[in-house]
């Protein structure tokens, strides 16, 4: 069984980017498999809104298919928000991954807003956003904090692969 990495972030930090970037780099001798939380929400998970309950059970889900991914032999990379720390206790339990905060400010993820959830939200077409009116726990026992407002995404990602030996 391979590992999972699970990154947790706000909209924007620069997750999915990382996460590809390393899928990219490991392909040739590994067998990488990202596990998006949009690519979910647009399948699988759709239907789920944004309450706290939903999130959750977004995330439950989604913890048991990086379990099986990784049983295939994938290298799961997991790119969710996972905003609380119940939910990443809830994850730990069933996948027992390797946490990765992508920590950065509130201000340059709001600057890059790559789905322009922010700006949705500021104009009234959108609620529950995380970080703006529903919370995100900064990340007390990640295995590894990373700033992606002091750090490219190329850095972040080759870091991530030499911490963790991908």
């Known amino acids: 069984m391979k590992e999972i990495i699970w990154f947790s972030g706000l909209s924007g930090s620069g997750k999915s980017t990382i996460a590809n970037m390393i899928a990219d780099k490991i392909k040739h001798y590994s067998s990488p498999y990202v596990l998006d939380g949009d690519i979910l929400r647009d399948g699988i998970n759709k239907g789920l809104s944004f309450t706290n309950e939903d999130r959750k059970e977004n995330l439950r889900r989604a913890a048991h ?12 990379i997991a790119s969710f928000i996972t905003p609380m720390d119940e939910h990443r206790e809830m994850i730990k339990e069933i996948t027992n991954c390797k946490f990765v905060w992508i920590d950065t400010t509130m201000q340059e993820c709001q600057r890059r807003d790559p789905k322009g959830l922010y700006r949705k939200y500021f104009d009234g077409f959108i609620k529950n956003v995380t970080g703006v009116d529903s919370p995100y726990m900064p990340f007390e026992n990640c295995h590894l904090k990373i700033d992606t407002s002091k750090m490219s995404a190329e850095e972040a990602s080759d870091l991530i692969i030499r911490k963790f030996k991908l």
């Open 65 to 76: 298919i990086a379990n099986i991914l990784a049983e295939l032999e994938h290298q799961v």
